[in-house]
């Protein structure tokens, strides 16, 4: 979209003019120090705009007002920073604490607070189990760090009253609700959490460099590097505005949900060692040290506790997922079968109906007709015994589809070369094995049908010129294969032809045995299947009834 | 005179058959049976130049009666009938001494001369 780009260029210009002037600074250049402050309000600027941009955006309502509020902090910010640029300006020195800025940055903070209460969360959480005591020993842990790190050095700097607390609400609020959005993605409560983490990191980085700022501005050791601070902080946040919604969706659907959890938790790790490890080198420990670090630890324990038995949970339930998978699979195959046999049923009852009832009537119409033509010599009754003739023959040719007498009678390969005469009539050379075993009489139907579908793609072949079945008998198994010349059959063929090659090898698994296709555009096909034999082989082949 | 015997399990086929073919001159139905059994039984007592059957039928099938029919008197001639064009069944059926074979279907003259070929043969 043009206005994300023209935003996110002005991001990106902005920062790299706090950077000319970071340069600037760094070398000595005069004036430098401005240029950043320009450069950085610029930033917050862009990044109040990619945020009113964002809740302009048709998505989640919530995200909207989020958005909107997010914006209007960056904005103050914004304001708060060209305060600051045009005091500091003037004065030629840097302004007492607080300054006037601090009117915009103040503004800031319940706007900032606002948005990120306004984002998008879900009803319910997947981590309810546990949160409350998460949240309060989350809750101790920041309080003793941010009395530790925060409040503690403005008291001894001998800061006190309403100076010490509005100094101490930017980093408190700031790395407050930073740590809410941490917590929110722990207990996974955030709806879009892609986009909130990234303004969670940005507040992060936010706040601790106010902590740096306030800490250092009191003991009169400013320093240049707070400035890049802000300015990455905001390019973050504006970041976040520019990025899609739901972000980042690939990378969402490939790791598990609980993921931002163990980042979580593993970043409470690392900072609780940390911690311990800095206030061990400096200077020894403190009560309030040892319950600081005592809370994140149990913190710690807790969440991969936790994360440990929704792992458990969730295997457990993989594991029914997948037994009520199968047995819906088994299910849907017993359904199959029995779909199968039922077809089969009335192939035979509508064979039967055909051949014993209205093959029989048309037979004695004819003969009727026939007469009453010659009694009475009436060619039109002739006429029309001829078409009861050819009614009769249409009906045995359906017979023949439908189920062929001769299977039952004189077993597969005799069925096979009566079905095979349709496609001598169209010309192609039709060879047909002698296999003279009688096998059970559903795996012959099985087998009758997967020939009878192989020679129908055969007759549908306009290049197909030959073909030759072969069945033969392996270990208990029935093999057959069914091979002919002509334009092949295309591997995904999703045709009626292919359509049913697809039923002719579902019905082979269903029947325990395998149903394989070699087709090469051009050579032909190759169809080769195997059934196995369950009962012991009859006799030879029997004589039609 | 061809005298001949008409065997169907299906009584509209044979009446219908025996009708047409009692029509026909030199044609002559001496008896109708609806099984192989039955058929077997009229060519003793009737004594058919030619039995024209049915290959489908209960108790006793068309095939099964040829031979019976055969070895009882080989000269006597055998056209027999079916509803499916299946060679297997043309093989079985000489196999077992039929002079002959018809598809339901074919009706008139045809007919008519392929009773009067296997009275000849």
């Known amino acids: 979209m043009l206005r994300n780009r023209i935003i996110g260029t002005a ?90 800025s601090d009117v915009g940055y103040l503004a800031a903070l319940p706007l900032l607070v606002i948005g990120v209460l306004a984002w998008p969360r879900r009803r319910r959480s997947h981590w309810s189990a546990g949160s409350r005591i998460d949240a309060i020993l989350a809750a101790g842990a920041c309080a003793v760090v941010s009395y530790t790190f925060a409040f503690e050095p403005l008291l001894e700097s001998g800061v006190s009253g309403i100076e010490a607390w509005l100094a101490f609400s930017y980093p408190a609020v700031e790395l407050g609700v930073a740590g809410l959005i941490g917590l929110g993605l722990m207990f996974d409560r955030w709806v879009d959490r892609g986009r909130i983490a990234v303004t969670g990191v940005g507040l992060l980085v936010l706040g601790a460099v106010d902590a740096v700022f306030v800490v250092d501005e009191l003991d009169g050791s400013y320093t240049v590097w707070v400035n890049g601070g802000w300015t990455i902080a905001f390019v973050l946040m504006g970041a976040a505005a520019l990025l899609p919604q739901g972000w980042p969706t690939r990378l969402t659907a490939r790791f598990p949900e609980y993921l931002p959890a163990i980042v979580a938790t593993a970043l409470l790790g690392i900072a609780a060692g940390a911690y311990a490890l800095r206030e061990l080198g400096q200077q020894g420990w403190h009560g309030a040290d040892a319950v600081a670090i005592g809370l994140l630890l149990v913190l710690v324990a807790t969440r991969v506790m936790l994360v440990a038995r929704v792992q458990l949970r969730q295997n457990a339930e993989l594991v029914e997922t997948q037994e009520a998978l199968h047995e819906a699979q088994r299910t849907r195959d017993q359904f199959l079968v029995e779909l199968v046999n039922a077809q089969e049923r009335g192939a035979r009852d509508i064979a039967d109906v055909l051949h014993d009832d209205v093959v029989q009537e048309l037979t004695a119409l004819g003969f009727r007709l026939e007469l009453e033509a010659q009694r009475t010599d009436a060619p039109k009754l002739r006429g029309l015994a001829r078409d009861t003739g050819k009614i009769t023959a249409s009906i045995r040719g359906l017979l023949v589809e439908l189920h062929p007498a001769i299977l039952d009678g004189r077993g597969l390969a005799p069925a096979i070369d009566v079905a095979a005469e349709v496609l001598r009539e169209h010309g192609i050379d039709v060879r047909v094995t002698p296999f003279p075993h009688r096998i059970q009489r559903k795996t012959e139907t099985l087998a009758y ?67 394989l296709l070699d087709a090469t555009p051009g050579r032909g096909t190759n169809i080769v299947f195997e059934l196995p034999i369950p009962v012991p082989l009859s006799a030879e082949a029997g004589v039609a009834s | 005179m061809i005298r001949v015997v008409v065997v169907d399990d299906h009584p509209a086929v044979r009446l219908g058959l025996a009708d047409f073919l009692d029509a026909q001159d030199g044609l002559e139905i001496v008896g109708q049976a609806e099984n192989g059994a039955q058929a077997v039984e009229l060519s003793r007592t009737t004594v058919p130049d030619v039995v024209v059957m049915d290959i489908r039928m209960p108790e006793l099938d068309g095939i099964a009666a040829t031979k019976l029919i055969k070895e009882n008197r080989p000269e006597t001639g055998v056209l027999l009938l079916t509803a499916y064009e299946e060679d297997e069944l043309a093989v079985a059926g000489r196999e077992a001494g039929a002079d002959a074979f018809f598809l339901k279907g074919i009706f008139g003259a045809e007919l008519v001369d392929r009773v009067r070929e296997v009275n000849a043969a």
């Open chain 1, 449 to 515: 049908r997967l020939v009878q579908g192989a020679l129908a793609n055969v007759r549908n072949d306009p290049q197909a010129r030959s073909a030759e079945v072969e069945l033969g008998l392996h270990e208990g198994t029935l093999r057959g294969r069914v091979s002919s010349t002509g334009s092949g059959l295309e591997p995904d063929d999703h045709t009626a032809n292919g359509v049913s090659l697809l039923v002719a090898r579902k019905r082979a698994e269903l029947a325990g045995g395998r149903f």
């Open chain 1, 11 to 100: 991001l990106v210009l902005s920062a790299a003019v706090w950077l000319a002037g970071w340069i600037g600074t760094l070398t000595g250049r005069a004036g430098a120090n401005h240029v950043e402050d320009v450069g950085w309000t610029a930033v917050a600027a862009a990044a109040a705009a990619c945020a009113f941009s964002a809740a302009l955006k048709p998505q989640a309502r919530r995200a909207r007002i989020a958005f909107a509020f997010l914006g209007a902090s960056s904005f103050a910010w914004a304001l708060g920073g060209v305060a600051w640029t045009i005091s500091v300006f003037q004065g030629e020195s840097l302004p007492s604490y607080p300054t006037p």
